[in-house]
C-alpha cells in the first residue's frame, strides 16, 4: 500500500505560482506512477498531471499544459506539481494518487486508483 500525503496548497493572486508535494510512503513508492487530481466544488475529481516512476514520461491535462510541471524525487519518495500563471479556474482540492498496478502508465480515471492523500487546498483570486 502507498500511503501519499499532500502539502503546499494556499491562497495565491492569479498569475502567481505554488508547487504542491506528494510524499509517498510505503517501501515501494518509488517504484510507482504517480499522479495529481483535482476537484472544484460540486464537480467531478479530475486529471491534472502523472509520471511514470522513472520520471520520463509525464502526461498532462490541456487545461494545464503548459503552466504546470510535474517532476519526482524517489529518493525521497516525493511528487512535485509546480504550478505557474495560475488562474480562478485552478482553484481545487489537489489530490496525489497512485496504484501499484501502474509503473508506465497513468490512467487518467479516477477510478484506476486506490491510494489517496487527504489533498491539499488550492485557491486563486482574481
Known amino acids: 500500500q502507498v500511503h501519499p500525503v499532500e502539502s503546499g496548497g494556499g491562497l495565491v493572486q492569479a498569475g502567481g505560482s505554488l508547487r504542491l508535494s506528494c510524499v509517498a510512503s510505503?517501501?515501494?513508492?518509488?517504484?510507482?506512477?504517480m499522479v495529481w487530481f483535482r476537484q472544484a466544488p460540486g464537480q467531478a475529481r479530475e486529471f491534472v498531471a502523472g509520471?511514470?516512476?522513472?520520471?520520463?514520461?509525464?502526461d498532462y491535462s490541456d487545461s494545464v499544459k503548459g503552466r504546470f510541471t510535474i517532476s519526482r524525487d524517489n529518493a525521497k519518495n516525493t511528487v512535485y506539481l509546480q504550478m505557474n500563471r495560475l488562474k480562478p479556474g485552478d482553484t481545487a482540492i489537489y489530490y496525489c494518487?497512485?496504484?501499484?498496478?501502474?509503473?508506465?502508465?497513468?490512467?487518467?480515471?479516477?477510478?484506476?486508483?486506490?491510494?489517496w492523500g487527504q489533498g491539499t487546498q488550492v485557491t486563486v483570486s482574481s
Open positions: 494518487a497512485a496504484n501499484p498496478s501502474f509503473r508506465v502508465t497513468t490512467p487518467r480515471s479516477p477510478r484506476e486508483y486506490d491510494n
Open positions: 510505503g517501501r515501494t513508492s518509488s517504484t510507482y506512477a
Open positions: 509520471i511514470t516512476w522513472s520520471g520520463n514520461v509525464k
